[in-house]
């Protein structure tokens, strides 16, 4: 480090630090929440979450990767595992014979449907609950300055105007 660094502000370090303790505490509550109401880690929900919301409950391997933000083999490896629990199938692609893709089973359906409500409930309770609604809107331009920069190609989310409801 040279003495040409921007230093954090003391304001700027709290803000960061806070930022910093959510990041780890979060994703924790989550997987607990997850686990007791449906024995999945918030990954494994995240991978149904994306089929259940894909065209005909299907996606590449590949886009699947991008949306969880996940490597191929670490993906190939979750989905193993819920296809083992009869939540998911992998096939052949039928538009491309090299690709695979992963299909949202009846049960993994029922699942994500029953699970739903206790992870936004989860989400309220920890996060959307302990703010104002102005808190609220700030927070949603604070991650899209974020996500602007950690995921310019938008991978893991829609565009968030695309959620507007």
């Known amino acids: 480090m040279t003495s040409e660094t921007p230093w954090l502000t003391p304001a700027e370090l709290r803000a960061w630090l806070g ?5 780890e505490l979060l994703p924790a509550q989550l997987d607990s929440q997850l686990q007791r109401d449906a024995g999945l880690t918030h990954f494994e929900y995240q991978v149904l ?17 991008r949306r969880t933000n996940a490597t191929l083999p670490r993906l190939s490896h979750v989905v193993r595992r819920l296809e083992e629990r009869g939540l998911v199938e992998r096939a052949p692609c039928a538009t491309d014979r ?6 949202l089973t009846p049960a993994g359906w029922d699942l994500v449907v029953r699970t739903a409500p206790g ?4 989400a309220r309770a ?14 949603e331009e604070l991650s899209r300055a974020m996500l602007h920069r950690l995921d310019p190609e938008g991978r893991l989310a829609p565009p968030l ?3 507007a409801g």
């Open 161 to 163: 105007d695309e959620l």
């Open 19 to 23: 930022l910093v303790a959510v990041a």
């Open 49 to 65: 979450a994306m089929l259940s919301e894909a065209e005909d409950r299907t996606l590449r391997m590949s886009a699947l990767a």
């Open 119 to 122: 992870h936004v409930a989860t």
């Open 126 to 139: 920890l996060v959307v609950d302990a703010l104002t609604p102005e808190q609220v809107s700030q927070l």
């Open 98 to 103: 090299r690709a695979t893709e992963a299909h």
